[in-house]
């Protein structure tokens, strides 16, 4: 039961007198209707994750401060979770768990599809279906021994050691083919893809705990390399490891430099690397931290592997956004997770079977949002305010061209911690400012559907690195049988860092967040096309004569922040089993933004958190 579009307009002329734009909704309504025309959203390409609808009200709050007017609630709900993330489905199935199978909940998400960034892509090349992530992907080495988790996967029959028997590293590619490093003309004077990649693979090695490579590789590597000489000399001093760059400094001294000194600065002032070698090191760290080596310090690119010299500290890898440790317990990373949470919350959405074969299930998605069910997952549905009044949480949304408004007994705010603010103005302005602060670091998981791979085959290189061009990583997502005439899928990773621009990382997120939104898909396809063309073309390469498709799963609110000791004092967030509460009982927190951390583990052990404070 909703209000009809009469009725909004009718209420909404006074409001339009008043300066407000609802029309914003039928905008938003228009674009995201659009997107899901085809009935099944992983099969759509072109510009996907935060595609045109799913911001345009949020924007209008947070950006212009825009009020929308009050309807009346003509649904109530025992929960309503806002965001259809990792977190919040979670949260609604240990709710399930506490409360009973018998309470009726509704899901909303501003997206057309289901998972947050745990996004499926699906293509079709020549009558083969090519199965990907859109998003969130890896399954930390950790995660079955984490509590949550641990009963999570038990309540989805999902067992742990049958899944990681099915795994694959996201690094499988370079262990097959081998990697390579693209020097562009721009930077390095000429374009050149370089055979053989030993700083990446050492990377690898550090994470995975295999043996590094010899220094041999290094020197024949940098030998030819398109840098000076000076260069060369210093960063295969580096790569050997024995020189103690730090000579002389007190160890709690050095553990500090570590920790406030930029990893970029360091190669330059310790190392005597110039700027060329530091150009040629500046996106390692991108995909782990969302941050180029300027932005990242010094312990922390050590942590992942990158040379730092003898006795130079090393962080942990507690926080890391995609990291070659965590395998793919499914095809689709963890939209096989979010697709496992839907199915036993929604049962007439898919068919029964094993949880290693949900990646096989068909999902109808007409049967996520039926009249009378218990569980309801509403897409393409913004919450534009939250109310709470005593025992009762009204929430305000944007669906279909209309406001609606429901009434529940319990609310779980599991979409961005930095929109809870404006969602929720009553709270107080030190949480809101916390939360505000919870800037995420915009990231692009390119997905190009390749009708062959020979290219790759022939340059022997399934991972290149190129660190200074748009895309700063691409890997094949190879099966163990792949065969190079086949069709297969390219992963490209994006990262806009704003490089050596001094800026603090949240600035740097905030930078990045406009480019990425004021970014239309034709240039981003052309950036695309060009750099595989530049990247290949020694083995003959042409993308028009092999891509056959291209999604674009752009996340201008990516990776949760992450806790930066070069910007951030030790204890700035509050502790994750703190970080769920609000003032209101019945409104609890549910995100892994209040972890510090995009970590699949800690998205669904603050669900679980969130739902543990809510009053029975």
Request: with cysteine; glycine share 10%.
């Amino acid at each position: 039961m909703t209000i009809t579009r009469r009725d909004f307009l009718n209420g909404a002329a006074l409001a339009i007198a008043a300066g407000v734009a609802p029309l914003r909704l039928a905008r938003a309504a228009a674009a995201s209707g659009a997107s899901g025309a085809s009935g099944y959203p992983p099969s759509l390409t072109g510009l996907r994750g935060n595609h045109p609808g799913t911001f345009t009200l949020a924007h209008s709050l947070a950006r212009e401060g825009t009020r929308y007017p009050t309807v009346l609630a003509r649904e109530a709900y025992d929960l309503v979770v806002v965001g259809g993330g990792i977190s919040g489905l979670a949260a609604a199935w240990f709710y399930r768990q506490r409360f009973g199978n018998g309470k009726r909940i509704l899901i909303l998400d501003n997206h057309d599809d289901f998972g947050g960034h745990a996004k499926r892509n699906e293509f079709t090349v020549r009558g083969k279906r090519l199965v990907s992530y859109g998003g969130s992907a890896g399954m930390p080495p950790s995660a079955a021994a984490n509590a949550a988790m641990a009963e999570l996967l038990r309540g989805l029959r999902a067992a742990p050691d049958v899944l990681a028997r099915a795994a694959r590293l996201p690094d499988a590619a370079a262990s097959t083919l081998g990697r390579a490093v693209f020097f562009n003309r721009e930077h390095f004077g000429r374009d050149r893809l370089a055979s053989g990649d030993p700083f990446g693979e050492a990377m690898a090695a550090s994470m995975l705990g295999r043996p590094a490579p010899a220094g041999a590789a290094f020197d024949a590597f940098l030998r030819n390399a398109p840098l000076p000489e000076r260069d060369r000399d210093a960063l295969t001093r580096l790569a050997a490891g024995a020189t103690d760059y730090l000579e002389g400094m007190p160890a709690a001294e050095r553990a500090g430099y570590a920790r406030r000194t930029s990893y970029a600065a360091f190669l330059r002032d310790k190392a005597g690397v110039g700027l060329p070698g530091v150009r040629f090191l500046r996106s390692r760290t991108c995909d782990a931290y969302g941050l180029d080596i300027d932005g990242v310090p010094v312990d922390a690119a050590c942590a992942l592997g990158l040379p730092g010299g003898r006795d130079m500290p090393r962080g942990d890898t507690a926080r890391l956004g995609q990291s070659p440790v965590a395998p793919l317990w499914f095809a689709d990373g963890n939209a096989g997770l979010a697709r496992l949470l839907v199915r036993e919350l929604i049962p007439a959405a898919a068919p029964a079977g094993p949880a290693q074969q949900i990646g096989a299930a068909r999902f109808d998605y007409g049967r996520l949002d039926e009249e009378g069910a218990p569980v309801r997952l509403r897409l393409s549905s913004t919450a534009i305010a939250v109310e709470p009044e005593g025992r009762l949480v009204r929430v305000t949304y944007g669906w279909q061209g209309n406001l609606h408004r429901v009434e529940a007994a319990h609310v779980v705010l599991a979409g961005y911690n930095m929109m809870i603010p404006f969602l929720l103005p009553t709270l107080p302005e030190p949480r809101r400012r916390t939360l505000r602060d919870a800037v995420k670091a915009p990231v692009i998981y390119t997905k190009v559907a390749l009708d062959h791979w020979q290219a790759f085959a022939a340059l022997k290189a399934g991972r290149i690195h190129a660190p200074t061009m748009p895309y700063s990583d691409c890997w094949l997502e190879l099966s163990p049988d792949a065969d190079p005439s086949q069709p297969v899928v390219l992963h490209m990773v994006q990262v806009p860092t704003v490089p050596d621009s001094g800026m603090p990382a949240r600035d740097r997120f905030r930078a990045g967040r406009a480019l990425l939104l004021g970014t239309p898909f034709d240039v981003l396809e052309r950036d695309i096309r060009q750099q595989l063309d530049r990247m290949l073309s020694p083995a003959g390469f042409a993308s028009d004569a092999v891509v056959r498709g291209i999604t674009v799963n752009r996340w201008a609110h990516g990776y949760s922040y992450m806790p930066n000791s070069l910007y951030d004092a030790d204890g700035s967030m509050l502790a994750p089993d703190q970080a769920v509460a609000t003032p209101y009982p019945h409104v609890t927190i549910a995100n892994s933004d209040s972890a510090g951390s995009p970590s699949v583990t800690a998205a669904v052990e603050q669900g679980r958190q969130a739902v543990a404070r809510l009053p029975g």
